[in-house]
């Protein structure tokens, strides 16, 4: 036998044995980008049980370990200020995910469930309990939770104060706990008669009886799962989050635990997006539907084109997630396959003409002149077109503007090239293909309120992921997409 082979049979297990180790002693099917270490979560104690359930499974599914550390709410999110680590937290309402985001250690958020107050009692209702008012007999003991640690204590104290018997119930109270749980546990030992909590909590000791009270009847809080912005894996981060709050896995958790679960995205690992978008919106979109993408662990399948063309397809049967139109006008021809939609930015009808404007062109009526090479967007396939015929319409010159048209175009970008080869003598286009352009060709602005388009953005009504759809249109209005639109010309039309 060669020497050597033994040493060649050593140096390739070493190497195997390495390549193991990196692989993190992952489980077949984990997905791409999934956690390289265990997820921190910081999860409210009232929510334990689907959490914890749901985790168990995340992990056996995908073998991805997840840390639960439980606590208040409010006690967990100064935790979270201070620690500055992390990966995800658990709010008992989405208060403290608000807050949270004030304070700059939270991004991302999903809903997961709804619940609301009740009073808890011992099964049988020994004490004969039933408002707020028999809380505050002498000989009832009540426990109440902290409001400024836990959720549950927080919405007591703002439900009660507006009805105005917050103050003599605190005074009475025999004691004030931190979580929600400490509560239920009080009552059920008999350490006190009466408690507030959640209608779910409740529902998770049978050796306790929720009593309804009026007080609370329209009172709902929801349970936010959210991604904290220091954390190190915020694709994983936000991947076990979709897990939570998706209707056929960690939803199913919370139905089980009386909780009232929200109408959450299906499940993927790697959800496959179909985003139509008008082609005038690509410059400002491009690299932040790539950034979206990378961060939730999706892909996008994005359709740029004129949007005559974009609603022709829908109406033959194609459903995008999420669509991004060009003009108003045509989002409304959709509208039936959208839930409402969002104005996003704007952008202006220009006319173009090559740098120096040799064709002394000054106002749209400069565009019936003999013999110019004149260059529109196509009145069928694009918003830019359909507004355009619109004023050409409103003025008289649509028809005489024809002798002149050489070359029609869905997109403005095409039109942009023709003029710069000088092909085309003047051009009606955006803004937004100007501003790129600018160093090597004129603008003259068009004067009529025709010519000024809004584009808006809205979610398909079909699509299986709503709640990611909705975080897209979140991340398409944040301060550093606005950067990015403005720098190429569109102007800015959303409040938040």
């Given at each position: ?77 100064g935790n979270i ?84 018997s917050w103050a ?308 398409l209005t944040s ?18």
């Open positions: 036998m060669n020497k050597a082979t033994p040493i060649a049979i050593a140096v390739l297990a070493l190497v195997a044995a390495t390549i193991a180790g990196l692989l993190w002693n992952q489980k077949p099917g984990t997905p791409t980008g999934a956690a390289k270490k265990p997820l921190v979560v910081y999860c409210a104690a009232g929510v334990k049980p689907p959490i914890e359930a749901a985790a168990l499974a995340y992990e056996k599914e995908y073998g991805v370990p997840v840390q639960l550390q439980y606590g208040g709410s409010g006690t967990l999110l200020r201070v620690t500055k680590t992390g990966d995800l937290f658990v709010a008992g309402d989405d208060s403290f995910i608000r807050l949270g985001r004030e304070q700059g250690v939270i991004a991302e958020s999903i809903s997961l469930a709804t619940m609301h107050p009740v009073i808890a009692v011992r099964k049988g209702n020994p004490k004969n309990i039933h408002a707020i008012a028999d809380l505050l007999r002498s000989d009832v003991a009540v426990a109440l939770a902290n409001p400024d640690a836990a959720s549950i204590g927080k919405t007591t104290q703002r439900v009660l104060e507006k009805q105005g003599e119930l605190k005074a009475h109270a025999k004691v004030f706990k931190p979580t929600v749980n400490d509560i239920a546990n009080d009552v059920k030992l008999g350490a006190a008669d009466a408690g507030i909590v959640w209608n779910a909590t409740a529902g998770q000791y049978p050796e306790l009886e929720a009593v309804s009270s009026p007080v609370f009847a329209s009172v709902a809080e929801t349970v936010t799962v959210g991604v904290l912005k220091n954390s190190e894996q915020p694709t994983a981060a936000l991947r076990f989050a979709r897990y939570l709050g998706a209707r056929d896995r960690g939803l199913l958790e919370f139905s089980k635990q009386h909780y009232v679960a929200v109408d959450g995205d299906e499940w993927a690992e790697t959800p496959e997006i179909k985003f139509f978008s008008g082609a005038m919106l690509r410059p400002g979109i491009e690299k932040t539907l790539k950034e979206f993408e990378e961060r939730e662990g999706c892909r996008i399948t994005t359709v740029y084109n004129g949007c005559g063309i974009l609603v022709a397809q829908m109406r033959t049967g194609q459903r995008p997630d999420a669509y991004f139109s060009c003009d108003t006008s045509f989002m409304k021809s959709v509208a039936d396959l959208y839930l409402t939609p969002e104005n996003i930015v704007d952008n202006d009808l220009m006319i173009l003409v090559q740098k120096g404007n040799p064709k002394g062109i000054h106002s749209v009526q400069d565009l019936l002149q003999p013999g110019l090479r004149l260059g529109l967007p196509h009145h069928e396939k694009s918003a830019m077109g359909a507004i355009a015929w619109k004023m050409f319409q409103q003025m008289n010159i649509y028809d005489a503007l024809q002798q002149n048209v050489k070359v029609e175009s869905a997109t403005g970008d095409f039109l942009v090239n023709q003029l710069r080869t000088g092909s085309l003598d003047a051009i009606v286009a955006c803004r937004s293909n100007y501003v790129p352009v600018r160093d090597s060709l004129d603008s003259i602005p068009i004067d009529n309120p025709i010519a000024h388009m809004i584009q808006p953005y809205a979610v398909g009504r079909e699509t299986r992921y709503k709640a990611m759809m909705t975080r897209l249109l979140e991340t301060a550093e997409s606005r950067e990015r639109f403005k720098s190429i010309g569109f102007g800015w039309q959303h409040k938040p």
